[in-house]
């Protein structure tokens, strides 16, 4: 069936607007989606960085341990980002919030880490 076909059973105006709810619902459900990846991401940092806060590791002291956690997180999830450096940032993370009110918490949880990172190296 053609575009024209289409057009025809319904007017030019009715079958846009058809196109144009379709497209938002698309876009809106890709926007919760991102929300809902950026906050589980934040979630797993944010469980790590405690992890490596309670075994009380600091860089120097725990810097073997680390090395050897990232290199073994990366064996299992390649594509996460699972650098020394980020594990130390994770940590980092924790430890800037772990103390603070939940209003603050709840506002960082849904910031990208990007901007999480900015705030913490600053």
């Not at 725990?62 to 130390?88: A, H, T, Y």
Request: glycine fraction near 4%; charged fraction near 20%.
């Amino acid at each position: 069936m053609s575009k024209q076909d289409i057009t025809t059973k319904i007017n030019e105006q009715e079958y846009a607007e058809i196109l144009q709810r379709a497209v938002t619902e698309i876009y809106t459900a890709r926007t919760s989606i991102a929300r809902q990846v950026n906050s589980a991401t934040n979630s797993v940092y944010w469980n790590l960085g405690k992890l490596l806060f309670e075994k009380q590791l600091v860089e120097g002291y725990g810097s073997g341990v680390v090395k050897q956690l990232s290199v073994d997180l990366k064996i299992e999830f390649p594509d996460m980002g699972l650098s020394p450096r980020n594990l130390w940032n994770m940590k980092h993370f924790y430890e800037r919030y772990s103390q603070s009110s939940i209003k603050l918490r709840q506002a960082v949880a849904v910031l990208p880490w990007g901007h999480n990172l900015v705030l913490i190296n600053h």
